[in-house]
């Protein structure tokens, strides 16, 4: 049996509805992610989801941005934005928790992303990192120094979540065998998986 040790934590990045295959920002594979993720939750005493929970319209949609089309590079408020197909509005059904995801094992729910004026890939700060969710302060009050990072996007809310954990001072695994990728280019996982790795993230494929 696996021990839980009370200094570490399991993030649950963005498990939604809306990043499962046939969804508006479907994430290939994230539908295998759940058996997986539900397998390791009993060797943690803190379990964290984090929760894109975004109003209608928000900036970073590509149908707020006259001729855009989704996946292609923009700017919201003077940050470069990837403009998203419209995802994860607040109160939605694809802004849900899978179903399956036992909401009772979870510690706690961090929502992000709901400023219209900026995206929230982290589940830290926003990506102009004016806004904190509280989450940082949230682990250290229990206690938590050793974070394991799963969920969607790899390349995104994952990889940006795992390096603020880093920043922070948290020891950080990325578990791979949990986390699916959007991959808009070829490499995309690669390299941010190479870009954690530097920023001192332990990339675990087992
Ligand atoms: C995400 C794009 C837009 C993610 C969220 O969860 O990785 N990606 N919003
Ligand atoms: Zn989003």
Redesign the pocket.
Known sequence: METTSPESALII??L?ND?MPGGP?G?PGADSLLPLIVGRLGGFSTVVATQ?W?PPGHG?FASQHPGAQPGELGELDGLPQ?M?PD??VAGTRGAELVDGLPLDRLTAVFRK?QDPRV?S?SGFFDNGRRGDTGLADWLRGRGVRRLVVV???T????Q?TARDAATLGFEVELWLPGCRG?ELQPGDVARALDGLRSAGVEVTEA
């Open positions: 990045v963005d939604q990043f920002l994430v894109d975004h970073s990837v998203w995802h994860c992303g995206d890939y969920g969607v996007a390349d995104y809310c994952v940006y959007v």
